[in-house]
């Protein structure tokens, strides 16, 4: 019979020992991936439901009718309206979609408490479909929502939408971001994120949030074709843009949209190679007396950068600027031939509607 050296048995013994504690410990210390998911989603909610709001508003409908003699009556009408809002700061203002209060003859607001309070409007932007109301703060003690940054947001990221709809009051619903960048043809500007999160008539204006309570976008819910034709596509106005329309109109009382004094033209794989230009996107105009003419720049240069944002589309260039605020600044690198060139311009206010 052979013999082992105490150390060697010493050894065998540690090792059955540590295995059995381990093999009688790892059940109670497995990760619970479905109980981390859950308590992310809950911990976010209760992040944010006290800066979401309920907005009732009233509004009058006019229809024509026509009596037996053939004259026409206008019938005034009395209807009722419902969305939600997010607290912005602890002023009491308030962004909501434009949509959900035009023409609303009276409105109020209830906060997560059941507080119902008068509210009065601020300023709208019609393009962006925003608005922003405000309640009276004194006396109470709110909490404004946080906002992340929705350049960094990602496709295929866990969201959430807070709202209202049908009446059912601080509703949640829990989606992907299934797109970003999108263009449904139902306002002048449109960069929706694109969700499945479910979002219903009254969820208008609440918040879409990321998994770390950060809003992300305001969602509407104005119907269009794609909804009517699929099931799960809910649109949202994303955050960095909300955050630029509704400063701006806390500021001023309305959204003065930033330009760069000059227009683009997007280029096809053979333009590029005619013109030399390696960028799909180059200056096409520079209106006299605007910061893009006052440092000399011309048409023919292409786009490369916008503020380390690299352009591979007009919409890349809209995106960064209408993020910002007039008088702000964006920093550009141009191309033209193996020359590059940077630039700091003074965003301006633009002299017109945007389309």
């Given amino acids: 019979m052979s013999r ?3 150390t060697v048995i010493w050894a065998l013994l540690v090792a059955l020992l540590f295995t059995g504690i381990g093999l009688w410990v790892s059940p109670f210390m497995r990760t619970n991936t479905a109980r981390d998911y859950s308590e992310s ?8 439901m006290p800066s979401v709001v309920v907005i ?27 969305g939600s809002g997010v607290i912005v700061d602890e002023l009491g203002h308030i962004v909501t979609s434009w949509h959900v209060i035009e023409g609303a ?15 009065a409007l601020v300023g709208y932007c019609e393009a962006t479909d925003l608005a922003v109301l405000r309640i009276q703060s004194e006396g109470l003690l709110l909490r404004p929502a946080q906002f992340g940054n929705s350049d960094q947001l990602r496709v295929g990221e866990v969201v959430i939408a807070i709202g209202s709809p049908f009446s059912l009051q601080s509703s949640v619903t829990v989606g992907h971001v299934s797109q970003k960048g999108r263009q449904v043809q139902i306002l002048p500007y449109e960069d929706f994120i694109q969700t499945d999160a479910a979002i219903n008539e009254g969820n208008s204006g609440g918040p879409l949030i990321d998994v770390e309570g950060r809003v992300v976008g305001i969602n509407t819910a104005k119907k ?18 909300v955050e630029a329309v509704v400063n701006s109109i806390i ?13 683009f033209s997007v280029l096809n794989v053979q333009m590029q ?11 096409g105009q520079v ?5 893009a003419s006052r440092v000399g720049l011309q048409p023919g240069w292409g786009v490369v950068k916008i503020d380390n944002v690299l352009i591979h589309s007009l919409r890349d260039i809209e995106r960064v600027v209408y993020s910002k605020r007039v008088g702000e600044r964006v920093t550009l690198i141009l191309q033209m031939g193996q020359q590059q060139r940077r630039v700091e311009l003074e965003l301006e206010a633009f002299p017109g509607m945007v389309k």
């Fill in 4 to 6: 082992h050296s105490p």
């Fill in 41 to 48: 989603i809950a911990q976010a909610v209760e992040q944010v």
């Fill in 56 to 82: 009732r508003t009233e509004k009058i409908n006019y229809s024509l009718r026509r009596d037996f003699f053939g004259m026409t009556y206008r019938i005034p009408e009395q209807l009722a309206g419902q």
């Fill in 105 to 119: 003859r009276t409105g109020e607001v209830v906060l997560d408490d059941g507080t119902k309070l008068p509210v």
């Fill in 224 to 241: 269009t074709d794609d909804q009517e034709r699929g099931v799960g596509i809910a649109f949202a106005v994303p955050a960095n843009l």
């Fill in 251 to 263: 500021e001023t009382g309305q959204h003065s949209w930033p330009w760069l004094g000059m227009s």
């Fill in 273 to 283: 190679e005619a013109l030399k230009v390696d960028t799909p996107v180059i200056i």
């Fill in 287 to 291: 209106w006299n007396h605007t910061s």
